[in-house]
């Protein structure tokens, strides 16, 4: 279970995040959605400890995660920012085999190397494995960020927005792995998402967030409704019933919009 209590954060003594209490159930996956400067990256990423809160407490699987080491926790939660850089030019097979580092400290064992192998082939990268990061595309780079995240082999993993740089069928593709990876690979998974129609597909939860502050908290057919989605976004959403998902209809004409 992740658990925050009384997180707040302020940048520049503007506020940017809550108070926020809440408890995430281990399994599944959690979706994070809100509008643009809703706190959602911000939240995320305090709950994996690269950005400290001003006030608060966050505990993971029952670490805590403000106390604990920094390699404790690496070998607990796992985090994809939502931008990544390397200076240094690395092969998709580097990149990974960074994710081992908690566990190898440089020191690749067999064991590293399967989990590195497992990870590649669970994104569907194998064929590029010895193709330098900045040769990929952009959905490629991501998908191998994401299997960097995954070669860690934690049991919470938070990903900030890993459907960027993603078309339709890869974006499709990298949530069904999500969704496979809290399934198969008995995985906790939060992760930040714009999209609100991946968050109802593939989410076993929403939590949608707006000011800084959490609106509602659900399963998909609680939050994925005219009411919540309205107050959230602050535009007009219609919800249609499509193969047991709810689908969110929020385009409007040319001619109705610029009314």
Known sequence: MIRLSGIEKHYAGQHVLGPIDLEIPEGGVTALIGPNGAGKSTMLTIIGRLLEPDSGWVEIGGLDVMAAKPRELARVVSILKQENTFVARLTVRQLVTFGRFPHSAGRVTETDRRAIHA???????????????????????????????????????????????????????????????????????????????????????????????????????????????????????????HEGHRVAVYYRPVQEAAR
Not at 151 to 178: F, I, K, N, W
């Open 119 to 241: 990870a590649i082939a669970f994104l569907d990268l194998a064929g590029l494995e010895d193709r330098f990061i900045d040769q990929l595309s952009g959905g490629q780079r991501q998908r191998a960020f994401v299997a960097m995240v995954l070669a860690q082999d934690t049991d919470y993993l938070l990903l900030d927005e890993p459907l960027t740089g993603l078309d339709m069928r890869h974006a499709v593709g990298m949530m069904s792995q999500v969704r496979a990876a809290a399934d198969a690979l008995g995985k906790t998974i939060v992760l930040v998402v714009h999209d609100v129609n991946f968050a109802a597909a593939y989410a076993d939860r929403i939590i949608a967030l707006a000011d800084g502050r959490i609106v509602a908290s659900g399963a998909p057919e609680e939050i994925i409704t005219p009411d919540v989605l309205e107050r959230v976004f602050e535009t007009p959403v219609q919800v249609l019933e």
